[in-house]
């Protein structure tokens, strides 16, 4: 079935590494300003687990999604403070993330299926009929998943970074990602797969977390900042144990046949130089019979970060006609 598909991935990198799909991920927590209208917090039970969500701003609802798998959503804040003028941006702590975690993270209480319910049970609790659903990277695997499941919850997808509609397009994103990174990054990329699953837990976390910081600087047209985004990154704030669980379900999805009977307004927005390339987006917009692609120059995997006023406008242009 489709809802025990995806969100669990992994790319084959060259030299046999493997990489989870959250190093094209990372977090930034950007501060929201103190004036900024209506921010609030809630919790809601599912499933046998209380999760938790933010939200920012007052008006029509839009539901954010974070990547990863096993990310906190706290990196996509400043995607949450563009839609804040006009909209109820709600930021999800997803299972197995931030304050939504399990007593034990096990297939039994981290899936996509419970993820999909946990978006149905907290639309209920708000009382929305419909709301829009943004999701990032494997957040954008989610938002698919979620409309697949419950087409008629959704008044529109907003798709940034996405994901392709099936999983053999990922093989060369790994390569991809590798070449980017200068010979010294590379040797030690190598290095550290090498090491595999020796030493502690701590010491094979510590290990990851230098390999996604590797990645994330080259995931962005301007390094420096690229660099200062990639250090935040921390055992704290990306969740190995949700991301292991989530990566061991069935690698090669195909989604295309169920998105194919979506008729759902779909906005895809991707960077020019993400990992994910244009081409690969193009994928995701072919599958989707009502989506459109716009793509943002000079902007890597995170382009809210490198050209905000440019995401801001085509998301709310986007919006405004749906």
């Given at each position: 079935?489709?809802?025990?598909l995806?969100?669990?991935?992994l790319?084959?990198l060259?030299?046999g590494i493997?990489?989870p799909?959250c190093?094209?991920?990372?977090?930034?927590f950007l501060?929201?300003?103190?004036?900024?209208?209506q921010?609030?917090?809630?919790?809601?039970?599912?499933a046998g687990?209380?999760l938790y969500?933010?939200?920012?701003g007052?008006?029509?609802p839009v539901?954010?999604l974070?990547?990863?798998p096993?990310?906190?959503?706290d990196?996509?804040l400043?995607?949450a403070?563009?839609?804040?003028?006009?909209?109820?941006?709600?930021?999800l702590?997803q299972?197995?993330?931030g304050?939504?975690?399990?007593?034990?993270?096990a297939?039994e209480?981290?899936?996509a299926d419970?993820?999909l319910s946990?978006m149905?049970?907290?639309r209920?609790?708000?009382?929305y009929?419909?709301?829009?659903?943004?999701g990032?990277?494997a957040?954008?695997?989610?938002a698919m998943l979620?409309?697949?499941?419950?087409?008629?919850?959704?008044?529109?997808l907003?798709?940034?970074g996405?994901m392709p509609?099936?999983?053999?397009?990922?093989?060369?994103v790994g390569?991809?990602?590798?070449?980017?990174?200068g010979?010294?990054e590379q040797?030690r990329m190598?290095?550290?797969?090498?090491l595999g699953n020796?030493?502690t837990v701590?010491?094979?976390?510590?290990?990851?977390?230098?390999?996604l910081?590797?990645?994330?600087e080259?995931?962005f047209v301007d390094k420096?900042a690229?660099?200062?985004?990639?250090q935040?990154?921390?055992?704290?704030?990306?969740h190995?144990g949700?991301?292991a669980v989530?990566?061991?379900a069935?690698?090669?999805y195909d989604e295309?046949?169920?998105?194919?009977k979506?008729h759902?307004p779909?906005?895809?927005?991707?960077g020019?130089?993400?990992?994910?390339d244009?081409d690969?987006a193009?994928l995701?917009?072919?599958a989707?019979p009502?989506a459109q692609l716009?793509?943002?120059?000079?902007?890597?995997?995170?382009?809210?970060l490198?050209?905000?006023?440019f995401?801001r406008?085509?998301?709310?242009t986007?919006?405004r006609?749906?």
């Amino acid at each position: 079935m489709a809802s025990r598909l995806v969100l669990n991935l992994l790319i084959t990198l060259r030299r046999g590494i493997r990489v989870p799909l959250c190093v094209v991920l990372s977090m930034a927590f950007l501060c929201l300003p103190a004036a900024l209208a209506q921010q609030g917090q809630g919790t809601f039970e599912n499933a046998g687990l209380t999760l938790y969500y933010r939200t920012l701003g007052q008006g029509s609802p839009v539901l954010i999604l974070a990547g990863g798998p096993g990310m906190d959503v706290d990196y996509m804040l400043p995607v949450a403070r563009l839609l804040a003028k006009d909209h109820t941006a709600i930021l999800l702590e997803q299972r197995g993330t931030g304050r939504s975690m399990p007593a034990k993270i096990a297939p039994e209480t981290v899936s996509a299926d419970l993820m999909l319910s946990d978006m149905e049970a907290l639309r209920t609790k708000l009382r929305y009929r419909q709301w829009v659903v943004l999701g990032h990277s494997a957040g954008s695997l989610t938002a698919m998943l979620y409309a697949v499941a419950h087409p008629s919850s959704i008044r529109a997808l907003v798709l940034l970074g996405t994901m392709p509609p099936n999983f053999t397009p990922l093989l060369k994103v790994g390569p991809s990602r590798m070449a980017r990174l200068g010979p010294a990054e590379q040797a030690r990329m190598a290095e550290l797969s090498k090491l595999g699953n020796t030493g502690t837990v701590a010491q094979q976390n510590a290990r990851q977390i230098e390999m996604l910081r590797m990645t994330f600087e080259a995931e962005f047209v301007d390094k420096e900042a690229g660099h200062r985004f990639a250090q935040t990154m921390t055992v704290d704030n990306f969740h190995m144990g949700t991301s292991a669980v989530l990566e061991t379900a069935l690698p090669d999805y195909d989604e295309r046949p169920a998105l194919a009977k979506l008729h759902i307004p779909t906005l895809i927005v991707q960077g020019r130089q993400d990992s994910l390339d244009p081409d690969l987006a193009a994928l995701t917009r072919d599958a989707i019979p009502d989506a459109q692609l716009v793509i943002a120059e000079k902007a890597g995997h995170f382009g809210w970060l490198e050209q905000p006023e440019f995401y801001r406008t085509t998301i709310e242009t986007f919006l405004r006609g749906k």
